[in-house]
């Protein structure tokens, strides 16, 4: 069992048609040299302060978590290469035909680092549409689109991501996978692997005494959802302000929905949009 690779230039077409099949897909060499030079710059400045492992109270998070594993997010606020990465035009085409059929737009789920250390377990199988439980079901629909980029070589000592194509489309969501139908996202530093949020997938095992393995995880979720990360609560209006509106609403600084289809908007300040309704924008900027 293995994930199919594809290239860039393949397109949004070949990216979809391996999600449908397989739920999880590999793009080659998806991110620019210096944009992955300079995200990796300006994480490489954050990593050595940050602690390994939860503080969390619960037992269950931290072994999600993992003992030696390094999780931080705030990612628009600590590099401003994390914007070209999160409004990737490849991506966001992906994203539109998965989600929007169920939406009148999507937002940033999360963007977290996920450093596996040296002497780090597997984590268990998952599926990210677990976050809105009754949502994650066989019959159900896509909600959430995640991408690991590898801001390291993937290999599978080092604990590329572990996936189990085509769980997506089991009848029975509480299946245990067997081994036999587990594969790893070997792939070289600027790969990246794009899966749905109802594939079976985890962190793998990172078996090396010295090696640090650097992945990035990207995902987007329908704008009707709570997003697993507090998007402005973690970047400032004066660090999105001169963001073009698609990375403002992806970042959670613009309300859901802003179309006159319906008087539906959802995410807005005394009922305006997030800047106006705090005062921020003047009416006349806008548009
Ligand atoms: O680190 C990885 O490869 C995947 C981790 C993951 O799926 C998660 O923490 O939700």
Not at 228 to 254: C, I, K, T
Request: proline residues 5%; aromatic residues 10%; contains cysteine.
């Amino acid at each position: 069992m293995q994930l199919q690779q594809i290239g860039r230039d393949d397109g949004v077409g070949a990216i979809c048609s391996v999600l449908e099949t397989d739920g999880g897909v590999i793009v080659r060499d998806f991110l620019a040299p210096s944009t992955l030079r300079q995200f990796r710059d300006d994480i490489e400045a954050h990593v050595a302060h940050h602690r390994a492992g939860s503080v969390a109270d619960s037992e269950v998070i931290q072994r999600f978590w993992g003992a030696n594993t390094k999780r931080f997010t705030r990612l628009a606020h600590r590099s401003r290469a994390f914007i070209d990465i999160l409004t990737d035009p490849l991506y966001l085409a992906a994203a539109d035909r998965i989600l929007l059929p169920n939406a009148s737009d999507y937002w940033m789920n999360t963007g977290q680092m996920m450093i596996i250390g040296p002497g780090e377990k597997a984590q268990w199988l998952h599926r990210d549409a677990e976050n809105w439980p009754t949502m994650c079901r066989p019959d159900g629909f896509e909600v959430t689109l995640s991408c690991l980029f590898a801001i390291s070589d993937f290999t599978a000592d080092v604990g590329a991501t572990r996936v189990v194509p085509g769980s997506h489309r089991w009848d029975d969501y509480t299946r245990k996978a067997t081994p036999e139908e587990q594969c790893q996202a070997v792939m070289s530093a600027g790969s990246a692997m794009i899966y749905t949020g109802r594939v079976l997938h985890s962190g793998g095992a990172n078996v090396t005494t010295d090696q640090w393995r650097y992945g990035l995880h990207v995902s987007y979720v329908l704008g009707w959802l709570t997003p697993e990360e507090a998007g402005p609560l973690g970047v400032s209006w004066e660090e999105v302000r001169d963001l073009p509106q698609v990375a403002q609403r992806l970042l959670g600084w613009r309300a859901s929905n802003m179309n006159d289809r319906y008087a539906a908007r959802t995410w807005t300040v005394d009922y305006e949009d997030v800047p106006l309704g705090l005062g921020l924008e003047s009416p006349t900027v806008r548009d």
